[in-house]
């Protein structure tokens, strides 16, 4: 079963405007990760936020985790055409010793 | 070798027959792990390995097996491949426990 479910399944922006992906999971975690795969290729890790962090940023990406509401967001900011990819989130239950991906959002950066 | 290996690229086999989809790692990580990826169904976990000489089971672990003789290698073996098994198979390996993982480029299997 999956433990993260990542909202909306599919996004279509523009050049130049903000992605946000959302992913919810069901139980407790250690730590939650965001993963990007392009067509055809393998995927590629982008953060982990660990459960006792809030906030995280690399470049032009932004985590937010919210435990209460077992939830997790993905802003990409001032977004490129090369951002197109589907992205993935990946939680780490505790004591699963797993981790477990959601089945993605697909996002299309249009020129 | 620059990080994470798969081969073959792509196979097509004939339902029955045996096949080991080979991985290899050069970042002396300690865990590595077994995905498939089917159409809707997003990555699913087969089996992985904590460090050399351990495996444990995945979500969908069943026809699968895999051994870890040293750190580098990480075979996965279909015994006799069934049309279900059909999918995108991916490797990853992690420096330990279930930290940042680090994708192969995948190995495309059909089973007719």
């Known amino acids: 079963s999956q433990q993260g479910e990542e909202d909306p399944q599919a996004l279509s922006i523009q050049e130049g405007e903000n992605a946000t992906m959302n992913c919810s999971y069901k139980?407790?975690?250690?730590?939650l990760q965001w993963y990007r795969q392009n067509s055809g290729r393998g995927l590629v890790h982008l953060i982990l936020?660990?459960?006792?962090?809030r906030e995280k940023h690399s470049g032009r990406l932004r985590v937010t985790l919210d435990t209460s509401k077992k939830s997790s967001s993905l802003l990409i900011t001032a977004s490129r055409a090369a951002d197109t990819a589907s992205y993935f989130c990946?939680?780490?239950?505790?004591?699963?010793?797993?981790?477990?991906f959601g089945q993605g959002t697909r996002l299309t950066i249009n020129p | 070798i620059a990080g994470i290996t798969q081969a073959p690229t792509s196979q097509i086999l004939a339902a029955g027959r045996r096949m080991t989809l080979r991985c290899t790692q050069d970042?002396?990580?300690?865990?590595m792990y077994w995905y498939r990826q089917d159409l809707g169904l997003g990555l699913r976990l087969i089996h992985y390995?904590?460090?050399?000489?351990?495996?444990g089971k995945g979500e969908v672990p069943d026809g699968y097996s895999v051994s870890r003789a040293n750190t580098d290698d990480f075979p996965l073996t279909l015994a006799s491949a069934v049309p279900s098994q059909t999918s995108v198979y991916f490797c990853?390996?992690?420096?330990?426990?279930?930290?940042?993982?680090?994708f192969g480029p995948g190995t495309r299997l059909t089973v007719l």
């Open positions: 990946a939680t780490e239950g505790q004591g699963a010793q797993k981790l477990v």
């Open positions: 936020i660990r459960s006792n962090e």
């Open positions: 390995s904590n460090t050399a000489g351990t495996t």
């Open positions: 970042m002396r990580h300690n865990a």
């Open positions: 139980t407790s975690i250690n730590n």
């Open positions: 990853a390996s992690s420096r330990q426990g279930w930290d940042e993982q680090f």
